[in-house]
């Protein structure tokens, strides 16, 4: 990345069945299986904004198309400390109501989230930026497993979108690895 301007880095996890059991985890659905505690059908999907400098890019608005995503409606190289960050929230490209955590590197290791909010009936939830840095915004969503009589199967899926520079405060970057952001470990540096 040495050029000027926005990056997006994407990751997908391939959706699929989780069962538990009475004899722990098993990566596959509840057909065949005894003694079933629980079972979900789920999928997780992140991205990751990097700006390079001043950054800068329309590409950041566009939804990718992914089942769950949070979609930036503005670059965030634009806003600064204690702006806001406006998002939107889609499940198979249609706005959803959901729940919205946000936190920043050194806010806590105890999985704790610096600022929760809602979306709107169009998907579409603000983040106050607290204080600039590096960022993860989590949405989850779950639905009932279609087909499914019993109802034991859940459709969940969850987005992270990591905003990597806020405003034009810059730092070199290391893995980023708190209890938080267990699920998408990745280091960049700048």
């Known amino acids: 990345m040495k050029k000027e301007g926005a990056y997006l880095a994407v990751a997908k996890r391939k959706e699929g069945f989780s069962t538990k059991t009475t004899e722990g985890h098993k990566r596959q659905s509840k057909k065949g299986l005894k003694d ?3 079972c979900s059908y789920s999928g997780m999907y992140a991205k990751a904004i990097v700006d390079v400098e001043k950054g800068g890019g329309k590409n950041l608005t566009k939804p990718l198309g992914h089942t769950l995503e949070i979609v ?13 960050m406006p998002v939107k929230v889609l499940y198979n490209n249609e706005p959803i ?22 979306t709107n009936k169009d998907g579409i939830g603000r983040i106050k930026m607290l204080k600039s840095g590096i960022w993860l915004i989590k949405a989850g969503h779950k639905v009932p497993y279609p087909g499914n009589p019993c109802k034991t199967v859940r459709v969940n899926n969850f987005n992270k979108l990591y905003i990597i520079a806020s405003g ?4 070199k970057i290391r893995c980023l690895q708190s209890k938080t952001w267990r699920y998408f470990q990745t280091c960049i540096a700048l």
């Open 168 to 171: 034009s405060t810059w730092r």
């Open 97 to 118: 109501r959901t729940e919205l955590y946000a936190t920043y590197v050194g806010f806590s290791t105890e999985g704790a989230w610096a600022y929760t909010t809602k």
């Open 36 to 38: 079933v505690i629980q």
């Open 72 to 84: 930036p409606l503005e670059d965030p190289a634009d806003l600064g400390e204690g702006g806001y």
